[in-house]
């Protein structure tokens, strides 16, 4: 390792002796930081004996945070970043991610909900409501979790039924006519049978101007739903029913463009107010419309120390996103995306937990039809007035993966594990494409021998096999300080690209990619509770990368999109996270995250306009993988006669990523930035109520959260963030 990662290493052991000579105060009070039972491992633990880096938010956390969707959470983790386009999220964790605009594609960062995996990109946006908690695990999972954990596993779980009756609902209304609505309730329907049913509805007016139309853009309208029928006729036995959905019509996140033909794109458009990112100028429709349906059982029985589970999972998709890539008053580069997506998993889990030894096995099966059709309006305004030459692309993908799995931890000594796992994965891929100009016809029903095939019609179909593992030791350096050690190896399913693509040799088949990661860390709770730090060093050995890139040959100006395994990287950082709570009235939080990502090996396929050879991307780093990430927060508590009031300041920074792997700064976040957010609460404690007001952005902050190499066409689409925005809301407790 180099001399930089040796540092890192010795900065963690230096904080690991520090820990270790602090006050071993870890009994129990009465005030404190309060204790997260987290999953991370497939069972029940306090996140301070889980020798995994995991990040986890209470559901009060969620709640003064703010998360209002799967995607919110992106600022309040180290080393983790989120972004759109087309509605695919594309999740990076510690630089491992996909940066893939397809719906087509598959990241290796998992969403689970509920302990089910939710693998189609248009399941992955949802609405954030009733939760108990959100678990962030970092580095690859290929032993618990088993769809393509190369980077992590992001876990949502929902509050359970109990056996009162209660609920709480919230109310709030704030900047541009925001409205958000959501409630919640238990219901006893007999001995050990219970309901929770919950809700939620947001809306707001748009947040930017589109000077085109002169209305406001960036609608938001979602709504979600979720009921659970929970039955535990014994402490030994728990079914759990689960049937949810949501449905969203907002608008897309339209972009402003940067011309890069002098200072204009390929029709001589150019940004007439390029200072103010709240002066949108798009012609098309702009449309993120998308209905989700899901179905998952949950049923566990305990026998003595064995316990055994069974998670069924069915979730269903659809999505309809346009999207005015070129983001002005011309036709230039306007797509449309359809995905339908049908998935089914099934896990058996045993596991058995008695003395020195904790152990789990299991069986897991998925299956998966995907359809993904776009519709590609390119250069409309050279001809035909309802659209020059649309690209319209129809693939299809059937997924069936396989798996055997168990992990072990022994007890060696009172105070010292070894842990040891294993994953044996079968991946089938099946798919279908072609691609199709359509002249005179787009975002229409297609007459019968209007297409003319560009990209015939294939079928494709693979099979991919491998074996990943986990080694770990943990050591209780004292009853409050944990340190532990790990190597684990992930693997990423191969595939095909059947994205939006203009040629044969585009349409290319990958191999599987791995990951070796090497991690060290320590968890503490020190000085009576009062403090909680966590501190990891990481490095990783990324091989076979699977990598989206736009390349460009000599003498055209036409780009291709390439999906190969380009290249192997070598990613190194630190992690560090800390709560504290100095006095019963002040709550303080830092979380900080420190990468070095970058390509080892990467002769790319676009060629160099000046010396004519292929372009070399090796040394620069990979998207979505700022070297500095940091969120803070400060939160003060003070007794008002019966009521309590709380003052809340969040700041949270990102440094500067770039959205490509050529490292243009065109195409890029520009700089780091930071976002203050305020939050201020009246409460009644012990009649349930609080009001509260917040403010998000709170200095107007314009930054950009996603770029996208399309200059070719003259010019480069950038999307901004949300302004700023405030608000009040009313919450119950019944």
């Known amino acids: 390792m180099k001399s930089r990662f040796r540092s890192s290493l010795y900065a963690a052991a230096a904080v690991s002796a520090l820990a270790a000579s602090a006050p071993a105060l870890g009994q129990e009070t009465a005030t404190g930081i309060e204790e997260i039972v987290v999953t991370a491992q497939k069972r029940a633990q306090n996140l301070q004996d889980v020798p995994v880096s995991v990040t986890a938010f209470s559901d009060t956390a969620i709640r003064e945070a703010g998360f209002t969707n799967s995607l919110s959470i992106g600022d309040q983790v180290p080393n983790l970043e989120i972004k759109t386009f087309g509605g695919v999220p594309n999740i990076f964790i510690r630089g491992v991610g996909n940066n893939d605009f397809n719906a087509s594609s598959i990241g290796p960062i998992s969403i689970y909900r509920d302990d089910v995996v939710v693998a189609s990109t248009g399941s992955q946006i949802f609405s954030l409501f009733d939760l108990e908690r959100i678990e962030v695990v970092r580095g690859p999972q290929g032993t618990l979790f088993g769809k393509n954990t190369t980077g992590g596993a992001i876990q949502f779980f929902s509050k359970l039924p109990g056996d009162e009756f209660e609920g709480n609902a919230r109310f709030g209304y704030g900047r541009f006519d925001l409205f958000e609505a959501e409630a919640a309730a238990s219901l006893p329907l007999g001995e050990g049978l219970s309901l929770r049913v919950a809700g939620v509805v947001r809306r707001r007016d748009g947040e930017k101007t589109n000077l085109y139309t002169g209305e406001d853009t960036i609608n938001v309208d979602e709504a979600a739903a979720r009921a659970i029928l929970r039955w535990h006729p014994s402490a030994d036995t728990d079914v759990r029913l689960s049937i949810g959905g949501g449905r969203d019509r907002s608008d897309y996140l339209e972009n402003k463009p940067v011309g ?60 309809d996103n346009r999207v005015d890539v070129d983001g002005g008053p011309f036709r230039i580069d306007e797509i449309t995306f359809l995905t339908d997506a049908e998935q089914i998993t099934q896990e058996f889990q045993l596991a058995y937990d008695s003395g020195p030894l904790n152990a789990i096995g299991g069986l897991f099966y998925f299956q998966e039809n995907l359809d993904a059709d776009s519709n590609a309006d390119l250069l409309g305004e050279l001809s035909f007035a309802d659209g020059a030459l649309p690209l319209i692309t129809r693939a299809t993908r059937k997924n069936k993966a396989y798996a055997i799995f168990g992990q072990a931890t022994y007890a060696v000594a009172p105070a010292f594990r070894v842990t040891l796992g294993g994953r044996y994965t079968i991946d089938k891929v099946r798919a279908t494409h072609r691609a199709d100009l359509v002249p005179g016809f787009f975002d229409a029903d297609i007459p019968d021998g209007a297409a003319v095939p560009l990209v015939p019609f294939a079928r494709m179909k693979d099979t991919f096999k491998s074996f990943s593992w986990r080694v770990s030791a943990d050591y209780n350096v004292t009853d409050d300080v944990l340190a532990y050690a790990s190597i684990d190896k992930g693997f990423k399913a191969g595939g095909f690209n059947i994205g939006i693509i203009t040629s044969v040799a585009e349409r290319t088949q990958v191999d599987p990619e791995y990951l070796t990661s090497y991690e060290i860390g320590i968890k503490s709770t020190l000085f009576d509770r009062r403090l909680r730090l966590n501190v990891s060093a990481f490095y990783y050995d990324y091989t076979d990368l699977q990598v989206l890139s736009v390349n460009r040959q000599a003498g055209s100006t036409v780009p291709t999109l390439g999906l190969d395994n380009a290249a192997d990287a070598e990613i190194k950082g630190i992690e560090l996270e800390a709560t504290a709570l100095p006095t019963d009235w002040l709550d303080l939080g830092l979380n900080l995250g420190i990468l070095d990502a970058k390509y080892k090996n990467y002769l790319s396929g676009a060629i160099d306009p000046e010396t004519g050879e292929p372009r070399d991307f090796s040394g620069n780093r990979l998207p979505g993988a700022p070297k500095f990430t940091l969120s803070t927060f400060a939160q003060v508590t003070i007794p008002v006669g019966d009521f309590e009031t709380r003052w809340r300041a969040e700041y949270n920074y990102t440094g500067k990523k770039y959205y490509n792997n050529a490292q243009s700064d065109l195409i890029s976040s520009g700089e780091g930035y930071g976002l203050l957010n305020l939050r201020a609460a009246l409460a009644d404690p012990a009649k349930g109520w609080e009001l509260a007001a917040w403010a998000k952005n709170v200095t107007g902050k314009a930054y950009i959260v996603d770029a996208t190499d399309t200059s070719g066409f003259g010019f480069v689409p950038r999307y901004y963030g949300e302004r700023a925005t405030y608000g009040v809301e009313l919450s119950l407790r019944f």
């Open 260 to 319: 890069t033909i002098d200072g204009a794109d390929l029709f001589g458009y150019t940004d007439p107010y390029p200072d103010n990112a709240n002066l949108l100028n798009f012609n098309g429709p702009s449309r993120n419309h998308s209905d989700n349906l899901f179905i998952n059982l949950n049923i566990t029985h305990s026998i003595g120390d064995l316990t055994f589970k069974s998670i069924t999972g069915y979730d269903k998709s659809d999505v």
